[in-house]
C-alpha cells in the first residue's frame, strides 16, 4: 500500500528525560500521505498522527469512494493512555446503499481492561444514521460488554446490551428493542416498500435466538395489510437450527379481496422446514355481491430429500381448487419437479 518508494521525514530532538518529534511527514505514490507530532516522556505520551487516502479503491476490498481521513490521538500515562481515532469519508459505495458523511469515531483507554465508546453516523438518501457501542473488556477474559447499545435511522430508534463471549458464543447473550414509528421513511435504506409502524424485540440468550414484532396497520402500496403479529424462535442457532415462526395479518384488503386473517406457520429443522399457510376473507364487487375467500397450503419435508405437498386449496364463493392426493416436489438445480393430481370443482361440477 506504501508503494516502492515512501517518503518519511520528521525532525527529532530530547526536552530533559522527553522525546518529542515534529513536522513528520509520510509521502506515498499510492494516493496515502500522512503528519503528525507528539511528545513522549516519563510524564505521559502526547501524540497525534493523520492520515488520508485519496480513493478507497487502492485498498481492493470491493468498495469505492473517498477520500479517507484518519486522525489518531493519544494523551496520557504511558501505562494507560486515552486514545481517539476519528475517520471520516464523504463517500462511501459497494457496501449496500451508498453512505454520505461517514463519520466514525473510537474513544477507549485502559490497557488490562479496555472500555470506550465507538460512534458511527452518516446518511443513506434523506436518512440520517447513527450507532452508539460503549464497551468494556472484562480484565483477564475475552468477554466483550455492550452496554447501552443505541442505533438510530432517522426516527426509528434501537437500544439493547449484549454480552459476548469470545471463548464459545454459546454463552453470549444479547437483546435490542426497536420502535420504528415509519416504515415507508426507511425505503433509501433498500428494504421493502412498506408503510405503517413497527416494534419489537429480537433476544439471544446462548441457545435461542427469538423474535416478537408487532404493527398495527401494516401497508404496501394501495394496499392495506391490515394488523400484523409476528413470533418466531430459532433453537441451538449456531449448531443445528431449529426454526419456529408465526406471522399473521387481520383486516386486510387488496383490490377487490379482503382477509380476516392471513397465516404463516414455519417449523422444523432449518434446512428442511415443514410451512403451513392458509387464508379466510372474501371478495368483493362480484355480480352477486361479495363472496367468500380462502386458501390453504401444508408443505412438510419428505424423503430423499423431496418436499411434500399434503394441501393445497383455493376457494372463492362456490368455486374450488384443490388436491385429492399429496404431492411431491423435488427441487433440483434451475429446475423442479412437481407431480400433482388435482380436481377443479366449479359451481358444483367436479372434473379432473
Known amino acids: 500500500m506504501l508503494g516502492p518508494a515512501p517518503v518519511l521525514t520528521a525532525r527529532l530532538h530530547r526536552e530533559d528525560e ?16 500522512g503528519s503528525g507530532e507528539g511528545r513522549w516522556g516519563p510524564e505521559g505520551l502526547d501524540a497525534r498522527l493523520a492520515l488520508t487516502l485519496d480513493a478507497l479503491t487502492r485498498l481492493d476490498a470491493g468498495i469505492s469512494g473517498g477520500p479517507v481521513s484518519v486522525t489518531l490521538e493519544a494523551h496520557g500515562p504511558l501505562a494507560d493512555p486515552a486514545l481517539r481515532l476519528e475517520a471520516r469519508v464523504p463517500r462511501l ?7 454520505r458523511d461517514v463519520v466514525a469515531t473510537l474513544n477507549a483507554r485502559g490497557m488490562d481492561a479496555p472500555q470506550g465508546d465507538l460512534t458511527v453516523g452518516g446518511r443513506v438518501g434523506s436518512v440520517p444514521l447513527r450507532a452508539s457501542l460503549p464497551f468494556r473488556l472484562e480484565t483477564g477474559s475475552k468477554v466483550l460488554t455492550l452496554e447501552g447499545l443505541r442505533l438510530e435511522a432517522g426516527r426509528a ?3 439493547g446490551k449484549a454480552r459476548i463471549d469470545g ?15 415509519d416504515l415507508a421513511a426507511l425505503g433509501p435504506l433498500g428494504l421493502p416498500a412498506l408503510g405503517g409502524a413497527l416494534t419489537g424485540r429480537v433476544a439471544y440468550d446462548g441457545r435461542t435466538l427469538s423474535l416478537d414484532a408487532r404493527s398495527p396497520a401494516l401497508s404496501s402500496g394501495s394496499a392495506r395489510l391490515g394488523a400484523l403479529v409476528l413470533k418466531g424462535r430459532i433453537d441451538t442457532p449456531l449448531t443445528r437450527p431449529v426454526v419456529a415462526l408465526e406471522a399473521s395479518l387481520t383486516g386486510g384488503a387488496a383490490g377487490p379481496a379482503t382477509w380476516r386473517h392471513m397465516g404463516i406457520g414455519v417449523k422444523g429443522p432449518l434446512e428442511t422446514p415443514a410451512v403451513q399457510a392458509s387464508l379466510e376473507g372474501g371478495v368483493l364487487q362480484t355480480p352477486q355481491g361479495s363472496a367468500p375467500l380462502g386458501a390453504a397450503l401444508s408443505l412438510r419435508p419428505g424423503k430423499g430429500g423431496t418436499l411434500r405437498l399434503e394441501t393445497l386449496e383455493a376457494r372463492a364463493g362456490r368455486h374450488r381448487l384443490s388436491l385429492i392426493a399429496p404431492a411431491t416436489i423435488k427441487p433440483g438445480a434451475g429446475a423442479c419437479g412437481l407431480s400433482i393430481p388435482w380436481r377443479l370443482a366449479w359451481t358444483g361440477a367436479a372434473s379432473r
Open 18 to 33: 522527553a522525546l518529542r518529534v515534529e513536522d513528520l511527514r509520510l509521502v506515498t505514490d499510492q494516493g496515502l500521505e
Open 93 to 99: 459505495d459497494g457496501a449496500g446503499p451508498a453512505w
Open 167 to 181: 471463548t464459545t458464543l454459546a454463552a453470549s447473550t444479547a437483546t435490542l428493542t426497536f420502535d420504528v414509528p
Open 157 to 159: 430508534r434501537g437500544e
